[in-house]
């Protein structure tokens, strides 16, 4: 099993930033990826950015692309999105997920098999 615990929601202003944290525990020399999804009241989750544990290919949703960026450190089984001129749309819960042994699956179609209790993002106009 595998544990998820994110951190670094909040609330700022139209164009500001924010570092969301993943912290892992568990059978973490088991992940093969990790990954970032959100959602909103009344939509559906949607795919944000993903990363390979191994190797560090990544892949982002194009309403994303140029301003987030994902990344980890395997020596702390944890994953960050450092989030860049943010804006009200990216308002959502965002959920940290990861998966174990999966081949010749994109990124962004990974069914991930861990979620955590997700972190709140608000974006003030």
């Known amino acids: 099993q595998v544990q998820l615990v994110e951190s670094g929601g909040g609330l700022v202003q139209t164009g500001g930033s924010l570092r969301l944290s993943c912290a892992a525990s568990?059978?973490?020399?088991?992940?093969?990826?990790m990954g970032w999804s959100r959602q909103t009241p009344g939509k559906e989750r949607e795919f944000v950015a993903g990363?390979?544990?191994?190797?560090?290919?990544?892949q982002y949703a194009d309403s994303v692309k140029g301003r987030f960026t994902i990344s980890r450190d395997n020596a702390k089984s944890t994953m960050y999105l450092q989030m860049n001129s943010l804006n009200p749309e990216d308002t959502a819960v965002y959920y940290c997920t990861a998966t174990l042994a999966i081949r010749f699956v994109p990124i962004a179609s990974t069914p991930w098999g861990y979620w955590g209790q997700g972190t709140q993002v608000t974006v003030s106009s």
């Open positions: 990363i390979n544990w191994s190797g560090g290919a990544t």
């Open positions: 568990g059978r973490t020399s088991n992940i093969y990826r």
